[in-house]
């Protein structure tokens, strides 16, 4: 049986950081963040150089670049700046995954906000077509309600 080298670790990890692409595009986003993000939450240190990112994931430099800003903006990485490098870093933002779960709370009240709307296009019209709306608003608003609590009993879990 052949021995596991340190090349095979960074194979495997490669094709974890690929699979979290194929979900992150599954859902609408593109590959390449994800697989920024796959590749940072293997990572064995606490931030990596975009240089080396490109590197490890046979990218190009403008595309780590352009996807960690997408990665920044939706809150899950930050740059980070070392004294005395030139060299541009980043990492996980402590605390991304609840923040963005935050988001998706507030995207889920929009969602209810628009059910109602259409609620009140159709406010005389048959049930039939009223009730794929009533459906989606009165699931937004359970979930609208149940997220601010999720995200609570997390909290009080981690401390």
Do not use: N
Not at 10 to 26: I, N, P, W
Not at 59 to 72: E, F
Request: glycine share 6%; hydrophobic share 40%.
């Amino acid at each position: 049986m052949a021995k596991k080298t340190e090349d095979d670790g960074q194979a495997s990890k490669r094709h974890f950081a690929e699979d979290v692409g194929l979900t992150f595009e599954a859902e609408g986003m593109p590959r390449m963040a994800g697989r920024i993000l796959g590749w940072l939450l293997v990572s064995e240190t606490p931030h990596v150089a975009l240089q080396d990112v490109a590197e490890i994931l046979h990218a190009s430099k403008g595309s780590i670049s352009t996807m960690s800003r997408l990665l920044m903006r939706m809150g899950l990485i930050e740059r980070v700046s070392l004294p005395g490098e030139r060299r541009d870093y980043i990492r996980l933002k402590p605390g991304s995954w609840s923040e963005w779960f935050a988001t998706e709370a507030v995207k889920i009240g929009a969602l209810r906000q628009l059910a109602e709307h259409g609620l009140e296009l159709l406010e005389s019209k048959s049930s039939v077509s009223r009730d794929r709306l009533v459906e989606m608003r009165d699931l937004f608003a359970f979930l609208e309600q149940e997220y601010p609590v999720l995200l609570e009993r997390w909290k009080k879990k981690r401390r």
